[in-house]
């Protein structure tokens, strides 16, 4: 009784910052959580009533809108029939269709799913499949290759594999060793492949975001130079470790940024988009070959790998509904009429005085603010166009001087038009 009264005094704002601690926030200096009561397609509303566009997708996630119908009449329909399984040692419908119908639109060397349960786990199981398989084939290949300014996720094996920063910096020396590479291009693509001939008996596997790198800036590259580098590794039988938690799923103008080269990587990740934003779910494919390394009579040459909500049927079933959604004719429509919107304001913008430079691939577009100095993730100019953008009514969360778009695929050209005039305001003010 005390708890309810308790409770009815206090707002929401009040009661989280009794309790919660949220994540890549400084709770001292941070301004009060904004309470977001429901969503509808690119909309958040908040307790007040306030309508923001969600144009981030909330991290990056949410690829159909929030609150979808479809998706959330599948879940139920889920709820009612099996909610959760062990996963080892047993199996169910929804996990066996989701497996079959992925494998189905990714690259056709992916032959096995194993399941976790967001972005860092798949990476984690990634790492953990390539570096087990040279063990089981009795090698010791231990050494991996990344980029510069990557991020794979926040557990330790894929914050090692992840850029030195900030996010990073307290637990540098817990993490294992990682050779870290610059993005190729045509200066310097030579230069890389023979580093990594030099490197060919300590490697196990090279990780990459392909052709976009997120969390690092936004930071693009072209597809060929990638292709070239895949190659390499492929010839000096080096793993490749393709990290789609972001880019798949539409976000680079293709189903997948696999789907834009020529060569096919060995592993694939996948998260985020996933469930259409509905709830935690992760995905590792790999191919044939390095699922067949851990078949043996010998117990010790098993991955043991697993979560307790391991290939969760409702998550599934939520994937399910995702997808059916994803493969629709109207959603690539949509698809290439952001793609086509966005490189339409990057013409108009490009040469303004405050723009240092735009970047897009597919539906992501990117502005990095001039600032006249070296900005990083922590610039004051971040936090100031953060809470502009809110006070618009638009949820972008800038990282350092570089804002981006990144909208829920169903957003209109009339709200896409609203946040490109509040950008331009942005531009003249700040």
């Not at 949410?62 to 959330?72: L, R």
């Not at 992501?364 to 936090?383: C, M, N, P, Q």
Request: contains cysteine; proline residues 4%; glycine residues 6%.
């Amino acid at each position: 009784m005390w708890l309810n009264c308790y409770t009815n005094i206090m707002n929401l704002v009040e009661r989280d910052l009794n309790v919660i601690w949220h994540p890549y926030t400084q709770m001292q200096t941070a301004q009060p959580p904004i309470p977001i009561m429901r969503g509808e397609g690119v909309l958040l509303f908040d307790e007040q009533g306030k309508t923001y566009i969600d144009a981030i997708s909330s991290w990056w996630v949410n690829i159909h809108g929030h609150s979808h119908p479809y998706i959330a009449k599948k879940v139920a329909r889920q709820l009612k029939q099996l909610e959760h399984v062990i996963f080892a040692g047993f199996t169910h419908p929804t996990a066996v269709e989701l497996a079959e119908r992925l494998l189905q639109i990714i690259p056709n060397n992916q032959a096995k799913v194993f399941y976790s349960d967001n972005g860092s786990t798949a990476v984690e199981v990634a790492i953990k499949m390539c570096l087990q398989y040279w063990s089981n084939k009795g090698h010791k290949r231990s050494k991996m290759l990344a980029f510069k300014n990557a991020y794979h996720g926040d557990t330790f094996g894929a914050m090692a594999v992840s850029g030195r920063s900030a996010f990073t910096e307290p637990f540098d020396n817990l993490l294992f060793d990682v050779e870290f590479i610059d993005l190729p291009n045509a200066a310097n693509i030579e230069n890389l492949k023979s580093h990594i001939s030099h490197l060919k008996s300590d490697l196990a596997c090279f990780i990459f975001e392909p052709l976009l790198q997120g969390s690092g800036g936004m930071l693009m590259y072209e597809a060929k130079y990638l292709d070239e580098l895949m190659a390499h590794c492929h010839a000096e039988q080096v793993f490749t470790i393709a990290d789609e938690v972001m880019t798949g799923f539409g976000r680079t103008g293709e189903r997948f940024a696999c789907d834009h080269l020529q060569q096919q990587p060995d592993v694939m990740c996948f998260s985020k988009g996933l469930t259409g934003g509905t709830m935690a779910l992760g995905i590792t494919t790999c191919t044939q070959q390095i699922y067949d390394a851990f078949l043996s009579d010998d117990k010790h040459k098993t991955l043991f790998h697993g979560h307790s909500f391991t290939a969760n049927p409702v998550a599934c079933s939520a994937a399910l509904a995702s997808m059916d959604l994803f493969l629709q004719p109207e959603t690539m429509a949509n698809i290439k009429r952001i793609v086509s919107s966005h490189a339409e304001f990057g013409d108009k913008i490009k040469n303004h005085p405050k723009v240092k430079e735009v970047r897009q691939t597919g539906t992501v577009i990117a502005i990095e603010w001039e600032t006249g100095t070296e900005t990083s993730y922590f610039s004051t100019l971040r936090d100031k166009l953060y809470q502009y953008f809110l006070e618009a009514g638009v949820i972008l969360r800038p990282l350092g001087n570089v804002l981006y778009i990144l909208p829920p695929y169903c957003i209109s050209n009339e709200q896409l038009g609203y946040i490109y005039g509040k950008i331009e305001d942005a531009l003249n003010t700040f």
